[in-house]
């Protein structure tokens, strides 16, 4: 009897843990093969080699670029390196990416930044809101931006219980921000349980120098954040999920869900075009090849361009697929006058004249 029983407890164990990982391979659209869409006026941006996660472009189309980023479970081609930030000016001819020299004082050595979002204030003054992993830790890195001097100051270190496993970032004033957290964990084991059993218990969080509070959660994994032109609605992507949540947001700063949107890719960064609302994701085609590397059979690249999200029926137009042999596992997508940056989780970074 006791074998008996042992061995039906074996049958319901295996069989959950088979529903689970169909259910995790369906949710990373494990085997899509997707045709290639080139754009006519392409090219790699010279001195991108190790990732340019997160890309966020001013009103004047300065670009600024994230670059080097050292995460779990992802490759990476140059892990000795600390990480920086990019400049590129989208105004020029043929742009070119500088790196931005950074104040005395911050730890070059430890850096390494993930979402990133600028604010410009009331008086023009430029902030630079970066996500770092110093350690394999969560921080929020404050910069002041000096143009002439093609640097950034460092103004402030933020570091909270709630900011656990930081992903992305959206400044909404020169210090106050919404902030995603990707794992409710933040042990390698937990975090590969989480992903498998297919917990929803990551969140967004609200930080402010008077208050820090979670403001939604639910998410199997909040990634990519951003905020529409007029400030009424957050975008937050649920990657595992493949959706993006339409959050309204209060004068209070709470956020309640207004509709989900369904992907068949894997949505990471969504960045807003201030002119016109669009919002362009950078997405991966393929999660089996992203979290199982091979450079034999690269993950692949996709752009998606969402516009009138709001509206009954949004138009959802694949702008650009590769798979791999240029572009590896784009994470992320931003215009500027008919220019294209395409960035990547630890491969190179891509522009286009549209
Ligand atoms: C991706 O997964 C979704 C949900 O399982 C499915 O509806 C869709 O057809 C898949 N796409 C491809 C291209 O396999
Ligand atoms: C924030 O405002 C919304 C809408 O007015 C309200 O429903 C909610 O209870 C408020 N939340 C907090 C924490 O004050």
Not at 12 to 26: D, K, P, S, Y
Not at 89 to 104: C, G, K, Q, V, Y
Not at 270 to 296: A, Q, S, T
Not at 303 to 323: A, F, G, N
Request: with cysteine.
């Amino acid at each position: 009897m006791g074998k008996l029983l042992a061995l039906a407890v074996l049958g319901i164990v295996a069989a959950f843990l088979g529903e689970r990982l169909q259910t995790f391979r369906n949710k990373i659209n494990a085997s899509r093969e997707l045709e290639p869409k080139r754009l006519p006026n392409c090219h790699l941006i010279k001195g991108i080699e190790a990732g340019s996660e997160d890309i966020d472009i001013l009103p004047n189309g300065l670009a600024f670029i994230s670059s080097g980023l050292k995460y779990p479970g992802m490759t990476c081609f140059a892990p000795d390196k600390p990480g920086k930030i990019l400049l590129m000016d989208l105004n020029d001819e043929n742009p070119r990416a500088t790196e931005l020299r950074i104040s005395h004082g911050f730890d070059m050595a430890s850096f390494n930044p993930h979402g990133i979002s600028t604010y410009v204030d009331k008086d023009d003054a430029v902030y630079l809101f970066v996500v770092n992993h110093p350690q394999s830790k969560s921080t929020v890195e404050l910069f002041k931006f000096v143009e002439e001097e093609n640097s950034l100051v460092h103004l402030k270190t933020i570091r909270h219980e709630l900011l656990q496993s930081m992903n992305d970032i959206v400044a909404v004033s020169s210090n106050s921000f919404y902030a995603t957290n990707d794992h409710y964990f933040t042990e390698h084991i937990l975090i590969y349980l989480e992903l498998f059993l297919g917990l929803a218990w990551t969140n967004v969080v609200y930080y402010s120098p008077k208050e820090f509070r979670e403001v939604a959660t639910g998410f199997y994994s909040a990634n990519g954040i951003n905020i529409s032109p007029d400030g009424k609605y957050v975008y937050v992507v649920d990657l595992m999920d493949r959706s993006i949540h339409v959050m309204e947001k209060h004068a209070n700063w709470s956020l309640t869900e207004v509709k989900v949107l369904q992907f068949d890719t894997i949505i990471d960064n969504v960045f807003v075009d201030r002119y016109n609302g669009d919002i362009w994701g950078g997405c991966h085609p393929n999660g089996m090849k992203l979290f199982n590397y091979d450079p034999e059979n690269p993950p692949g690249s996709e752009v998606l361009r969402i516009q009138d999200i709001l509206s009954e029926k949004p138009t959802v137009t694949q702008v650009y697929v590769d798979d791999g042999s240029v572009l590896q596992a784009s994470s992320v997508a931003a215009v500027y006058d008919k220019k294209l940056l395409i960035g990547t989780i630890f491969h190179r970074a891509l522009y286009c004249k549209l």
